[in-house]
């Protein structure tokens, strides 16, 4: 991704996982987008933000395996589980919720591609950062208790969103050095829910990644982060 790619000028709704408040707080978009300020009220820059980020070398990724994160939980014991609530949280026409929250209906956009779909099969649930890059940036030494509640952290907007498989697929475990979204208009976006699921979580980042996020930021000079970091 170039570094010339520009957030638009202004961006109205506000992402989440910059903001820290809930799912069931927060208003859902049709175009989820990071918050957007000069900098000074509305959180630190996204360049600043960066450079928060704790430098480290990417550590061993021999022993992570998938299962050492728990997923889709159903903390709040409603019946939908941590994906179906991001599904119905994200649909820009909410699915109807049938027995043991089977989704019908609906319709959502795909931030990363621009896809419009019509079915919740078509979906993933991604990690903004992914697993196992969280496993190779500090996840390896927290309890299982606390990786639990990173894989399903509903108390943020944007750490967990709702994309097309494909754009998902062809993520998989990369970070931004590797991979970023194939819709230029996401870029901005994008980079600042990394960096602040990272900070929130108090996770680290390889120089190739800060590289790569400086980059981006050159484009982004009106695109802020905030967060709240996890108990």
Not at 26 to 46: C, E, F, H, I, N
Not at 149 to 174: H, P
């Amino acid at each position: 991704m170039a570094a010339a790619l520009a957030c638009p000028l202004l961006v109205v709704s506000a992402a989440a996982c910059t903001l820290g408040m809930s799912r069931q707080e927060a208003k859902p978009s049709p175009a989820p987008s990071a918050s957007s300020s000069d900098g000074k009220s509305g959180g630190l820059r996204l360049v600043d933000a960066i450079g928060r980020l704790k430098m480290a070398a990417r550590e061993s990724r021999t022993d992570y395996e998938r299962d050492k994160f728990l997923l889709w939980t159903d903390a709040d014991h409603d019946g939908c589980d941590t994906r179906k609530e991001v599904l119905i949280s994200e649909a820009v026409v909410k699915p109807r919720r049938g027995k043991n929250c089977r989704l019908t209906g609906g319709k959502w956009r795909s931030a990363y591609d621009g896809k419009t779909l019509i079915n919740a099969r078509q979906l993933d649930i991604d990690h903004v950062v992914p697993l196992a890059e969280a496993w190779d940036s500090g996840a390896s030494t927290w309890t299982a208790e606390r990786r639990e509640r990173f894989a399903n952290d509903m108390d943020t907007e944007r750490c967990l969103i709702a994309v097309s498989l494909g754009s998902n697929r062809s993520k998989g475990d990369k970070d931004p050095a590797e991979w970023m979204p194939p819709t230029k208009s996401a870029a901005c976006n994008y980079a600042a829910d990394w960096v602040a699921a990272k900070l929130r979580w108090k996770l680290t980042a390889d120089r190739a990644e800060k590289n790569k996020l400086r980059k981006i930021a050159v484009g982004c000079p009106r695109t802020a982060v905030t967060f709240t970091p996890a108990p």
